[in-house]
């Protein structure tokens, strides 16, 4: 196709009203009323029938690859940008998208997660507890580091970690407020755990001493938690991230619409 099959219409339309429509023939889900008048026009307008093929003739030179539209040269640096950011509805979005996205993963791993039952922690308000794993926690860890606040007078801390309903039994000792399960004790398979606290002097404890219950899964059930743990703003963000990507690959109007030969 050479410039000459792409000059101006030299037609006029008989039907102007209908002829600024045009660009609504054949769209999915079009009027069917209207796509009957366009389709009545199409046969006394020379006009807009020039228009429709030369629009095919593009649309097909541009699938073979014999037609190349060129744009108006750019300064170098325009380009250098334009080739990493892109049109608008592409590249654009889709970096905004990926980074709001990635963000919000990174937060809800490096944010610490709320205890079960809305925040609600064992013992009184204010008294030593488990800050690590929280009641209820997923962690996917086999050696996972167990922390805790102080307690007020104790010169150390007593350890014990049990599966609920199995037979694993570790016991450690930590002169700090953290411990980590070593590798040659590893948490042997996934299911519900619970750990208690003893301070030495172990009076320094109500009765029972002060535990925590945590469950460890596999990866996916890690996420899953950590997810529905996050606060109510990473996740706002993980959904907008989301709803960009998806507003980026969504491709334009124009690139929908069918062709008059599938007509």
């Known amino acids: 196709m050479d410039d000459a099959e792409l000059r101006d219409n030299p037609f006029e339309c008989v039907e102007p009203e209908l002829g600024k429509l045009l660009w609504r023939y054949g ?30 003739r593009v649309i097909r030179g541009l699938q073979a690859g014999s037609l190349t539209l060129h744009e108006p040269a750019r300064p170098r640096w325009s380009r250098f940008l334009v080739g990493i950011l892109g049109p608008p509805r592409g590249r654009v979005l889709a970096l905004g998208g990926a980074c709001t996205l990635a963000a919000s993963l990174v937060l809800m791993l490096l944010v610490p997660p709320s205890p079960a039952g809305g925040g609600l922690h064992r013992g009184a308000a204010g008294a030593p507890r488990f800050t690590r794993p929280v009641e209820g926690e997923v962690i996917w860890s086999a050696s996972p580091r167990l922390a805790w606040s102080a307690v007020p007078g104790a010169s150390s801390y007593r350890l014990e970690v049990s599966e609920v309903g199995g037979d694993y039994d570790w016991r450690g000792q930590s002169r700090t407020e953290s411990l980590q399960i070593p590798a040659t004790a590893a948490l042997p398979r996934a299911g519900y755990y619970r750990a208690i606290l003893f301070p030495v002097p172990a009076d320094l404890a109500g009765p029972g001493g002060i535990s925590v219950s945590f469950a460890r899964g596999d990866l996916g059930a890690f996420l899953g938690y950590r997810l529905g743990a996050a606060p109510r703003w990473i996740q706002i963000l993980g959904l907008l991230g989301l709803l960009t990507l998806a507003a980026a690959g969504t491709r334009p109007l124009w690139s929908r619409r069918s062709s008059p030969a599938g007509r």
């Open 27 to 56: 769209l999915p889900g079009g009027d069917p009323a209207l796509q009957s008048q366009l389709a009545d026009h199409l046969t006394i307008c020379d006009a807009c029938r020039f228009t429709l093929a030369t629009e095919e």
